[in-house]
Nanobody
């Protein structure tokens, strides 16, 4: 059984930072392309970032470029999303997703991901 579990969300002031974690069980994340998505109330799901271990490609949405960074800890089978200089418009439920195959980050965010976590709430407010 494959499972992804997000954690690290919470309430933070504008300009603050959060580090989200995506822990995998049942498979090794290092062999998968990982995407981060977010969805705010009343809005469509938005692709945030993508990282592929197979082809080395990365993607960051223009709205988060320069502020968000993805990383991996293979020993812990965990992927991270470091979020700095947070803005109120970053408020959303954040999801990680995993899929195999090449070219997914090139197609991101329209590529189909087969495995999804349950999400973690990020609220940026004073």
């Amino acid at each position: 059984q494959l499972q992804l579990v997000e954690s690290g969300g919470g309430l933070v002031q504008p300009g603050g930072s959060l580090r989200l974690s995506c822990a995998a069980s049942g498979f090794t994340l290092d062999y998968y392309t990982i995407g981060w998505f977010r969805q705010a109330p009343g809005k469509e799901r938005e692709g945030v970032s993508c990282d592929s271990s197979s082809d080395g490609s990365t993607y960051y949405a223009d709205s988060v470029k320069g502020r968000f960074t993805m990383s991996r800890d293979n020993a812990k089978n965990t992927v991270y999303l470091q979020m700095n200089s947070l803005k109120p418009e970053d408020t959303a439920v954040y999801y990680c997703a995993a899929e195999t195959g090449p070219g997914l980050c090139v197609l991101f965010p329209s590529a189909d991901f087969g495995s999804w976590g349950q999400g973690t709430q990020v609220t940026v407010s004073s």
